[in-house]
């Protein structure tokens, strides 16, 4: 073969310098991310099968039937093993087809609203503008969850779909998933609920001993779940994961490609081309850690959880938004600007996230007890060098 471009050794050489502006999820420092490092067999298997492509099932046959049971194991772990569903690149693109469905299901029935939790991912903001709908947000209540009488006077003629979610991207909160069922089944709406980051956790906390509301498809109107292995999962980027109670709830949304291998296959997705090797590496990786290996991650996730919750209680000036409800903590300052202390900990190298009204960190299995104690040793200094304000006031600055 005759090349030229640049020898191996120089790009390989060239690109230890450019990735030496990224962060590393084995130093201090992410603590905003809802990914972490996937496990090293992962890789390796990632690696082994990136060329197949779920685009043209027909070809790799195999990596179908393994996609099969990776949604009858996510199926499992969330109450139906019958579902149907795909692996697909995030939770936003398995928000999308969630969303897609019930619109396709109310096409030309002049249905065009989605009804959400204040709380929801950005996600249900692009599904919405890509397919000209309009997003009715309901705020939320005391416990950070959306009002349910708030939904209830959301829902009109118009409503095509009802989001809940379990575990909300800002604090890990629960939506009454069991009251959004019956309200969806009374008035004949689809209901979706977002478990992009607890489908991964909530059931194994279940495990735990402890006790959460329900939220999947034990609630009879629950139509679709978002379960995300490229978050809690700890599969490869992309993977999220779509699922839905039917195939029927999905049906208005295939398209016939018949000129593919195998030309029966329909598709649902978004994307065409898809990658075989999530899907692959996906299911090894709950192959491998079973149930018990998912539960031991989340119980090492909520013990350094309740211990970063109570160290950030001890910091004066700072105050949790609520008790934890997973792995997840919003805290928020009644004396300084969450913008500025945001601003000093990123001097810092600390990448958190910055909501309007909260900090918040997510607590992923990569983060270390050691990592915790800087952070809040960095942050006591902060606080103690940050001029107190009379009513900080924080705007989103994006
Ligand atoms: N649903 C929920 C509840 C989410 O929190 C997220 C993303 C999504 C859907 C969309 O998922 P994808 O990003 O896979 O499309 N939650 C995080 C967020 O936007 C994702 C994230 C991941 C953020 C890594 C930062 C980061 O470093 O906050």
Redesign the pocket.
């Known amino acids: 073969m005759q090349m030229n471009g640049c020898s191996a050794e120089k790009i390989l050489k060239k690109l230890g310098k450019i990735m030496g502006a990224d962060m590393s999820y084995e130093e201090p420092g992410?603590l905003?991310?809802?990914?972490t490092s996937p496990l090293e067999f992962a890789n390796q298997i990632f690696a082994t099968y990136l060329h197949k492509n779920l685009g043209d099932p027909g070809l790799w046959l195999g990596t179908w039937a393994i996609e099969r049971d990776v949604i009858k194991m996510l199926g499992n772990l969330l109450n139906d093993p019958n579902c149907s569903g795909y692996l697909v690149?995030?939770?936003?693109?398995a928000?999308l087809i969630a969303m897609k469905a019930a619109r396709d299901t109310a096409r030309f029935d002049g249905r065009s609203e989605i009804v959400v939790p204040e709380s929801a991912?950005?996600?249900f903001d692009k599904a919405a503008d890509l397919m000209r709908l309009k997003v009715i947000k309901v705020p939320l209540n005391e416990e950070y969850t959306v009002d349910i009488e708030g939904v209830e006077e959301a829902i009109s003629k118009r409503t095509v779909a009802i989001v809940g979610?379990a575990?909300?991207?800002s604090l890990g909160t629960i939506d009454n998933v069991e009251k959004l069922s019956e309200i969806a089944l009374d008035h004949g709406i689809y209901l979706h609920v977002?478990a992009?980051?607890g489908g991964f956790v909530i059931p194994f906390m279940k495990r735990m001993g402890y006790e959460l509301p329900k939220f999947d498809f034990e609630l009879p109107g629950v139509l679709s779940i978002?379960v995300?292995p490229?978050?809690m999962g700890l599969g490869p980027i992309p993977s999220?994961g779509i699922l839905f109670r039917s195939e029927q709830n999905i049906v208005k949304s295939f398209y016939n490609i018949p000129y593919l291998a195998g030309g029966k296959f329909k598709q649902a997705t978004i994307v065409g081309t898809r990658s075989g090797a999530s899907v692959i590496a996906t299911w090894a990786i709950m192959k491998f850690l079973g149930i018990m290996g998912y539960i031991d991650i989340v119980r090492k996730c909520m013990k350094l959880t309740n211990y970063f919750a109570d160290s950030l209680r001890e910091i004066e000036g700072i105050k949790l938004v609520r008790e934890p409800v997973m792995n997840i903590i919003g805290f928020t300052s009644n004396k300084f600007s969450n913008y500025k202390i945001d601003k000093e900990l990123r001097r810092k190298r600390w990448a958190i996230?910055c909501f309007p009204d909260m900090l918040r960190v997510v607590v992923m299995p990569h983060i270390q007890k050691s990592h915790v104690d800087k952070f809040i040793h960095d942050l006591k200094k902060i606080t103690a060098s940050l001029i107190p304000e009379e009513t900080p006031k924080d705007k989103y600055y994006l």
């Open positions: 992410i905003g991310s809802m990914c690149t995030g939770g936003t693109e928000n991912h950005a996600s979610i575990g909300s991207t977002d992009a980051f978002t995300d490229h978050k999220g996230g």
